[in-house]
């Protein structure tokens, strides 16, 4: 390894008492406690029934500025996305995620959006990607990012669009971790026995407040957090 | 590596500082903000306290196994596809960062917001090498243009006002239209997103920090609002994550407590905006993410602090909350402090990291009111590890000599109570009488420090001891 | 003889030198809660300006004249958080590693209280025989507040004197700026503290401005005064004894001589 890394182990376990590393007894414990990941105090206000956990994450999510609108199924996504780019005076120019989640709504339907999929580049204003699960706790998105996934999606245009499928709705981010796992154990997934390599919770658009404590959005995230929840269960 | 710091001259700096009527009126403005939102956080939070509790036992059981916990984490990150390079010293991680910059010929770093880059000196090094670090932190690029270290370590810019950041843009962005009008804050906001944005795409290097290490997965966790860090390292082919040791947690349900508590403690959000876990290079088949994923793993000067008394400031997760609270912080902003560290978890950490004879002056600048403790998330106690460095000083004499031989006067009588009582009795008396026609003393030999400022109350005549002892009773 | 708490009073170096009738305040209110009250003479300090100076030897010194001196009695009462927390809370840590007298230092720790506190927590006493005209209001001195949990207990007793008017001071919580030694060795900052603390107490139109700690009252009083705002000051053990005709800190003694009590 590098005689670095050895003065720095070295000198660790000579604070901790020790001449080598801790003793297998120890190993197996730690590695167990680690196999194990047990949860802390998970906070009981998500102790609520489904319907209960998507009101809750709309609410936390609408707290922290995001805005949000119900529809009943996937066929009626597009139509209320373009809605709301003209109702917030946006252009109808979209950069979406090649996610096959989203392949279920029929874009073709509505003329008003002009969709480009992929990866954005700096002039898009607006993107429109699925989440693959929500926190209720704090009103948060959780995105992983993946062959289908681009993170820069949530990031580059000043308009964020997020489709998010009521069922997806989970109660809090040890949920979302388990998901994690699954995703890493599932050899289906692509991702070669690993996680997804950016796991992003967004909690709200963008926001600073750097100049004299003003609460400012947009900061170099988007200024917009759309969120469109289907309501599938 | 020289450090650059002035903690030396803390007490000119206060003074200075202190007169500082664009400091004082930013500081006015902040203050409100920070207390109320941590203290609204905790009410909305019953669990608040418990898993502040959580979060210290979490640490502790980390750093009692601390090497063990290192190698898991590095095994994770070499088996995700990403590098771990171990930095002994400040001077170490400025030539791993370098190294890697040459290597993909980088002429442009983007950096997110980090504190160990700012202790490693990490800016200077790259222009030294002819390489142009970007602050893409709103807070940072802002004193990035007026060539000033952050005075927070979580709002670099809080002690700057509205104007200032004003006169900063124009004087820098003079590409930009002299008539613009900057009146609002959001019109600076924009300014500063709009300039930024092209170079988001045209580093070929990004470095961000890590609030959190995780050992189950390799993983390592930046909490941000502004999205900066995102676009620093999810765009440029190289990542770098700059991250101290004691970051690390076993497991993603530890790092989730400590989230909960992390931003709460902050700003009073309950999530920031954007927490993102980094897990190596991109994988096969992702459209964009980084190539090539380096962490450096920084010790200079933290293994020593381990098992010793000072052992428990390793727990700090850089929430900022005890700055927010304290009212010498409050007083006289964190340029004061004179390093990268500033408030109460500066001037207990910045000793164990640049030596007590530099940064001596930080622990001795606190009235022990204990808020910043009660604040902590972490449980920190910081007021007793001010004390246990007053005590370094006083054992190596450090602290100035007057003060010495003052307090061993002072001792000599304290333990003789009998000998307390009789020169004491005397002193008061006729302090009592010097007093006597207004009930105050207005100036005092040898107590110039206190005068200064504030009269000097009289004493009222005899000392209690004297008048009981002669059978004074109520 | 009464049946009674034995108490001995830890009268601090503040009150012993600069206001005794804080102290003869505190035995009142003691007595008249039925405790028989000495004074143990071997006391001058409880050691705080050398602890919080680094220099643990002179402390630990201290601490054990203190501990010999008030060991045997029921309980152990000081009129300042700042002592009582010195003695009860931090006696223990310092002397944790003497065997000879670590089992003492908890035991004098576990009895030592904060006069107020001791009159409403342990004593249960729920309202004093005292009147005052007036409207004041109320600082929390740090130690007394985080160390030892005071905030709710002067208020209640307080809220029993007859004709007194309380009114919350704003930022009661946050430090005056005393803090020991630190209040001349960065006496800038100190001032910044203190003036920031003077602006919330005259915002109050507080006629008086009560504590539970000499420390907190004098640097108070010294900055009110300096600044010729016309609030008195006091020490809270004085009004709740109903010895409050004596002249507020820092003023004169009537008759112009100093005080030298009777006997």
Redesign the interface.
Known sequence: MSEERDQILSSLRRSRGRSGPVDDATAETLRARIAGHKRNIVPARTDTDHPGLVDLFETMAQKVFATTTRVSDMAEVPDAIAEYLRGANLPSEVVMAPDTDLDAAPWADNSMLEIRRGVPDEPDQVSITSAPSAVAETGTLAMYSGPAHPSTLNFVPETHVVVLPASRVVKSYEDVFDAVREITADPESGRGGLPPRTVNFITGPSRSGDIEQTLLLGAHGPRRLHIVIVEDD | MTVHSTSRNF?NN??DQ?ANEDLQA?LN??RG?FVDGRSTARDN???FD??RD?ARD?KNHTL?????????YEEKVR???GHV????TAA?AQRIVLDICRSVDAKQVNKGKSMIGEEIEINKALEADGIRPIE????EY?IQLRGELPSHII????HL??AQ?ETSFRENHTELDEDRVLEE??S???E??TI???K??EAEVGITGANLLV???G?SIIVT????G??SQ??PKVHIVLAS?EKIV?????A??I??VLARSA?G?????????????????????PEQYHVV?L?NGR??????EFEEMLRCIRCGACMNHC??YQ??GGHAYGWVYPGPMGSVLSPGLIGVDEAGHLP????????C??VCPMHIPLPKMM?H???????SHL?PGS?RVG?GV??F???R?RL??LA?GL???AL??M??????L?SLPL?K??T??????????????S???????? | MSDGPRVALFVTCLVDLFRPSVGFAAVKLMQDAGCTVEVPAAQTCCGQPAYNSGDRADTIAIARQVIAAFEGFDYVVAPSGSCAGMISKHYPELLADDSDWSARATALGARTHELISFLTDVLEIKAVDAAFEGTVTYHDSCSGLRELGIHAQPRSLLDGVEGLHLRELEDSNVCCGFGGTFCVKYPDISNNMVSNKMEKIVATGAETLLAGDMGCLMNMAGKLQRDGANVRVRHVAEVLAGMADEPAIGEPQAGGEPQDGKV
Request: charged share 30%; with cysteine.
């Open positions: 007490k206060a003074r202190l930013a403005k902040a903000h939070l019953p669990e418990a898993l959580q979490i009692e196994h601390l090497d063990f916990y290192l190698e898991a088996e995700s596809g390079h171990w930095a002994r170490d893409t932190d709103l807070g802002i709002a670099p810019a809080v006002t509205k950041v804050p959001l600076l906001l924009d500063a997103r930024l944005r092209k988001y795409f050992a189950e997965t993983s609002n502004e999205g900066n995102d676009l999810l765009i040791l076993p497991t993603l349900e530890d989730a407590t989230l909960r700003t959000q309950e999530f920031s905006s954007y927490t993102t876990l980094s897990t190596g290079p991109k994988r096969d088949g992702d459209p964009d993410g793993l010790d293994t020593d602090m381990l098992g010793t009212p010498v007083s006289v001795n600048a606190s009235s022990f009111c204990g808020r403790e009660e004390r460095w007053r005590e370094r000083e006083f054992e602290s003060a307090l002072w001792a009588f304290a333990r109570p307390y009582q004491t002193q008061m008396r009592s009488w007093g006597r026609k207004r009930g105050r207005s107590a420090g206190w200064k400022y504030r009269e000097l109350p009289a004493p009222q005549g005899r000392t209690f001891q008048r009981w002892k002669s059978g004074e009773r109520v």
